[in-house]
C-alpha cells in the first residue's frame, strides 16, 4: 500500500498538475519529486523526520 500512495502522490503533485514539453522535462519533474520525497517530506509516523533521516538516525541507533 506504501508504494502504492507515493505513485498515486507524484501522479497527483507531479505529472497531472503539468503539460510538460518533452520527456526531459517530465524526467527532471520526476527526479525533482523523489529528491523532495525522500529527503524532505516530514512523516508523522517516523517520528517527524523524512524517510533519510529516519534511516541514518536509525542506523545511527544500531552501529
Do not use: P, W
Amino acid at each position: 500500500a506504501c508504494i502504492e500512495s507515493f505513485f498515486n502522490q507524484l501522479k497527483v503533485g507531479t505529472v497531472h498538475n503539468n503539460n510538460f514539453k518533452d520527456y526531459n522535462s517530465l524526467n527532471q519533474a520526476v527526479k525533482e519529486y523523489i529528491s523532495y520525497y525522500n529527503n524532505y517530506r516530514i512523516k508523522q509516523k517516523l517520528g517527524g523526520m523524512s524517510q533519510v533521516e529516519y534511516r541514518i538516525n536509525s542506523s545511527q541507533k544500531i552501529a
